[in-house]
Nanobody, 122 residues
Framework: VQLQAYGGGLVKAGGSLRLSCAAS????????VGWFRQAPGKEREFVAG????????QYVDSVKGRFIISRDNAKNTVYLQLNSLKPEDTAVYLCATKTSTLATTPWLYAYWGQGTQVTVSS
């Protein structure tokens, strides 16, 4: 199983980025996907999640109304659109998959990608 997260970069506050998480080696459409982020010295934080069909999504309060998660099962890819970015969104963003339902707890996720750096300047 491989997950590859990409699309990060350096952006000014108020800008946008689109992250992608591409999966291989699994029946992707059977898995929920979560995006997490981790800043230096901080714990890994759930950001957004989407169930296997895309019919159910969940967000941490701090990104509601700014981030949008979506998926294209035909392309084995989940996207995270980051809008109205703030300096406090700076972190390494990681995607992970799990069977069954969505979850916000990192240790419930079986497979992890390597992460992509998002840096927001003020």
């Amino acid at each position: 199983v491989q997950l590859q997260a990409y699309g990060g970069g350096l952006v000014k506050a108020g800008g946008s980025l689109r992250l992608s998480c591409a999966a291989s080696g699994i029946t992707f459409s059977s898995y929920a996907v979560g995006w997490f982020r981790q800043a230096p010295g901080k714990e890994r934080e759930f950001v957004a999640g989407i169930n296997w069909s895309g019919g159910s999504t969940q967000y941490v309060d701090s990104v509601k109304g700014r981030f949008i998660i979506s998926r294209d099962n035909a392309k084995n890819t989940v996207y995270l659109q980051l809008n109205s970015l703030k300096p406090e969104d700076t972190a390494v963003y990681l995607c992970a998959t799990k069977t069954s339902t969505l979850a916000t707890t990192p240790w419930l996720y079986a497979y992890w990608g390597q992460g992509t750096q998002v840096t927001v300047s003020s």
